[in-house]
């Protein structure tokens, strides 16, 4: 089996509102779809989300590198050779999410051919994780109506507080909103997205240690080395690096370097080649890991979740699976379904994703 083409194919979904934190906010999905051909009949299928504000990629970009240049080197290569296609991708810098698509696109069709989900491939663990949803910029009375919305429609009970705001207490306030609605009932933490100080940090953590948070995500620069190591030796949960740990070599960095304490493996941004090297790295050294949202489509999430319930560490939290909720519609056929607070690996072979192909003709950007 050799592969024969390699589609990059731009859309564009609308958010029913915008989704805003500390270093930017999204108004639509300006995605790209990755189709992987083969001379046997079978596509694999993987989504790329650019974000420029955090990895300089945007949907242009993803278009451009994976047709001139992924493309022409993959071609003829058998997709089962992903550790060769992995080399060649390296050979060009950057890319973040153009690479994960053709990685997730490439065990999309292993597992079709193997007749395998993509789950049971990567470790077999479980059928399911719990979800967590992500809150956005808001003021606290309108956080707490879409918490108690979402917790009620879907039985979530694990929010994300985007914080980083300026003063810090707009997000204090939010959080202690948010506790106060729900007490015990509900876990939160938080992710800065780079938009506090560590000094700043520090005072916020402080004001919020009453909340019961159970980790703070990325809520200084990592660039500021001596801060960030500083904020991270005084916080009280365990400190996520996200943004600052893309790689295997970003993730020893962070973690030997005493910058953070947990690690978010997005398969947007490392696949599912990447994400397991970066799994089994924080398990050796012996750090938690949480399952972050790029804020993907729902072909995005499927692949989150495909990897997240295959592994018991990746289970062990909820995963951000939910943020497709807040888009006006999606690309699937069958979209997906969170009930009681979980999100099932699709069933069948690979990924077990199928497109409405209205829907793709609707939304693609290039056609």
Not at 37 to 61: K, M
Not at 101 to 120: H, K, R, Y
Not at 310 to 339: H, K, V, W
């Amino acid at each position: 089996m050799k592969i024969t083409a390699v589609e990059a194919i731009p859309f564009a979904i609308p958010y029913r509102k915008p989704l805003k934190f500390a270093s930017g906010e999204v108004h639509t999905a300006e995605h790209v779809l990755v189709r992987v051909h083969t001379d046997a009949g079978l596509t694999g299928l993987a989504e790329a989300p650019p974000r420029p504000f955090t990895y300089g990629e945007t949907q242009q970009s993803i278009v451009t590198v994976i047709r001139q240049i992924f493309e022409p080197q993959l071609l003829g290569m058998a997709p089962t050779r992903r550790e060769a296609v992995r080399a060649k991708l390296n050979r060009t810098v950057g890319n973040p999410t153009a690479k994960a698509a053709v990685d997730m696109a490439l065990w999309d069709i292993v597992g079709q051919a193997a007749g395998l989900p993509v789950t049971e491939l990567l470790g077999g663990y479980g059928e399911f994780m719990a979800v967590s949803h992500m809150l956005g910029f808001a003021p606290p009375a309108e956080m707490v109506e879409e918490a108690q919305r979402v917790r009620d429609t879907y039985g979530i009970t694990t929010f994300k507080v985007k914080v980083g705001r300026r003063p810090y207490q707009l997000d204090v306030e939010v959080c202690r909103a948010l506790r106060e609605a729900f007490g015990d009932g509900v876990e939160l933490y938080v992710d800065g997205n780079r938009g506090w100080t560590a000094s700043e940090s520090a005072r916020a953590l402080r004001a919020m240690d009453d909340l019961d948070l159970t980790l703070a995500e990325e809520l200084c620069p990592a660039d500021d080395v001596l801060g960030r190591r500083w904020l991270v030796e005084r916080c009280p949960v365990p400190f996520v690096a996200d943004e600052s740990a893309t790689r295997p070599g970003e993730v020893t960095r962070e973690l030997l370097g005493g910058s953070a304490t947990a690690i978010s493996i997005k398969t947007a941004r490392t696949g599912f080649s990447h994400s397991q090297r970066v799994l089994f790295e924080s398990e050796g050294l012996g750090v938690e890991v949480v399952m972050g949202n790029q804020i993907d489509c729902q072909i995005g999430s499927l692949c989150s979740v495909a990897f997240g319930a295959a592994f018991e560490a990746t289970s062990r939290r909820a995963g951000e699976l939910s943020n497709y909720l807040d888009m006006s519609d999606d690309l699937l056929a069958e979209p997906l379904q969170i009930r009681d607070g979980t999100l099932r690996v699709r069933e069948g072979a690979g990924l077990g994703i199928e497109l409405d192909p209205e829907k793709l003709t609707r939304y693609r950007q290039d056609s």
